[in-house]
């Protein structure tokens, strides 16, 4: 069992604050992924539970034990970082065996446990390879399976794709995923790719600037985004937002007017997803000149100006239109989000 319990976690270096009123419970094997922008404490959170930081204020707890003051090599965790950290004089095999050395498990054991970790990461035709001549998505492997040999509660990984080129992230980000539901390990999982967040995590922590934002699964976050912040972090592209007016139940700003809101009259952020927009076939709610089109393969993606805003609307693959030229795009009600124009908050 180790659930991981933080409890009004803080962490300040002078007046900086790097962390802030971090509460959460992570359940026993949950994948958690702390989502944010460079910079925002998502690493720092991490190295705490690590116990490579200490924390300004507040408890950290791993399974039944406070560990604020137990010793990272005592916490009972694996970690994984960008930089795979191999020793290049070792091969495979010994590398992915290290920990077992270092924790004194009996010799007898280690063979077995090198192989089912190496054939859990498909490294089997490596294991007498040294570091030097394996690729970047090799060497992240048997950074993998070196944590996975130790057998731990808990897993930590800190951006342990981003050293690897697009499709490699693909494939290992897909066998991340299969491992964890082998595994089922408690784990913590750090990236600033809302894309891994989303396809990896059962839940998500979204922070930003030391604070958490929002906590929930990847489809809470996407489809009920807590603030503005949170809507224009997640999605690929981000929630279109537009400031306008609410009066009566009719949104108006720069080209735009929506009917059927409900909230209260004032001032308004207005959001709403490219995906669940689509190309008016007679009247829309925005109408605007085209500013540029991008096919993607399977859509073709519209971005219109709409006022000062870039407004994207998914449409047809087959849909082509020229530059410039007016665009009618239905965006009904039912689609929108409303938020508070000063606090950016989630009002509906
Ligand atoms: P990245 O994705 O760039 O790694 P992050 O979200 O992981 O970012 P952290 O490494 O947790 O960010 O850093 C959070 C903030 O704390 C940053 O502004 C960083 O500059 C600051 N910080 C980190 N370590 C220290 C330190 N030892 N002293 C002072 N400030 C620090």
């Known amino acids: 069992m180790a659930e991981i319990v933080l409890k009004n976690v ?20 949950e994948f958690l992924v702390l989502l944010g922008p460079s910079g925002c404490g998502k690493t720092t959170t991490m190295r705490m539970i690590a116990g490579l930081e200490d924390p300004t204020e507040g408890e950290i707890w791993i ?14 965790i694996s970690m994984v970082f960008q930089s795979y950290g191999l020793y290049p004089n070792m091969n495979v095999y010994e590398n992915i065996r290290f920990p077992l050395k270092v924790r004194k498990v009996p010799e007898a054991e280690h063979k077995e446990r090198v192989m089912r970790a190496s ?16 690729s970047g998505g090799q060497r992240q492997r048997v950074a993998l399976a070196r944590a996975i040999v130790r057998e731990p509660n808990v897993f930590l990984m800190d951006e342990p794709l981003s050293n690897l080129d697009a499709k490699l992230r693909v494939s290992t980000r897909a066998q991340i995923k299969n491992l964890s539901h082998e595994l089922k390990v408690t784990t913590i999982y750090v990236t600033h790719d ?5 396809t990896l995590a059962d839940r998500v922590v979204v922070m930003e600037k030391g604070i958490v934002q929002q906590v929930g699964t990847p489809t809470d976050i996407y489809d009920n985004p807590a603030n503005t912040f949170v809507a224009s972090f997640i999605g690929n592209p981000a929630m279109n937002l537009m400031e306008g007016e609410l009066k009566d139940g009719v949104f108006t700003g720069k080209n735009v007017t929506i009917p059927g809101l409900t909230g209260s009259n004032g001032p308004v952020t207005l959001g709403f997803r490219a995906e669940d927009a689509s190309i008016a076939t007679s009247t829309g709610q925005i109408d605007a000149p085209v500013y540029s089109m991008e096919l993607l393969g399977d859509a ?19 849909y082509r239109s020229e530059i410039g030229a007016p665009v009618s795009i239905a965006v009904p009600a039912e689609i929108c989000h409303l938020f508070d124009v000063a606090t950016g908050q989630r009002l509906t």
Do not use: S, Y
């Open 10 to 29: 803080n962490k300040r270096w002078g007046n900086f604050v790097g962390v802030k009123d971090f509460d959460l419970t992570i359940p026993d094997r």
């Open 63 to 76: 399974g039944d034990r406070m560990v604020n003051n137990v010793d990272p090599k005592d916490r009972d």
């Open 119 to 134: 054939a859990m990461v498909e490294l089997d035709d490596f294991l007498h390879r040294k570091p030097a001549a394996l």
């Open 194 to 198: 809302q894309i891994e967040a989303m």
């Open 300 to 318: 073709t993606m519209v971005t219109v100006k709409a006022g000062g805003a870039l407004v994207a609307v998914k449409a047809d693959k087959e």
